[in-house]
């Protein structure tokens, strides 16, 4: 009963150092893995860009690509997409000429009113 008792009490200062050891290490880790999250590069937010120009004659993809929505929509959403973008760009609010002569074709492409290039630029 007597070692009973010399062994709790001279495991309990262990079992403190032990737990003392793996809270700094946790602590540690901690540290190292939120200045690794706060270093990393930033992500956008948005998506990213189509890289490249307009092609000469404006297929259904670029026409998709231009108002940002999917080849195979219907025409609602088409309409959609293309007033949203139209608001963004339009030349009476700042926009370009050549932009909006562009998603205007893209809309015309999309719904199947044109085949080809339509923009005077």
């Known amino acids: 009963m007597i070692w ?4 709790v009490h001279q495991a309990t200062p262990f ?3 032990v737990a003392v050891a793996a809270t700094a290490l946790a602590g540690r880790y901690g540290i ?3 200045q690794a999250f706060k270093a990393r590069p930033p992500r956008p937010k948005i998506k990213k ?3 490249g120009g307009f092609q000469p004659t404006m297929t259904k993809r670029e026409a998709a690509l231009i108002l940002g929505i999917r080849e195979n929509v219907p025409a ?3 309409k959609e997409a293309h007033r949203k973008v139209m608001v963004a760009n339009h030349p009476d609010a700042g926009g370009s ?3 909006a002569s562009k998603i205007n074709e893209a ?3 999309m719904l199947g009113k044109t ?3 339509g923009s005077p630029f």
């Open 107 to 109: 809309k015309d492409v």
């Open 32 to 34: 190292q893995a939120w």
């Open 4 to 7: 009973l008792c010399v062994l």
């Open 49 to 51: 860009f189509y890289e």
């Open 76 to 78: 609602e959403k088409v």
């Open 97 to 99: 000429h050549f932009l």
């Open 115 to 117: 085949k080809g290039s």
């Open 15 to 17: 079992l403190a150092g």
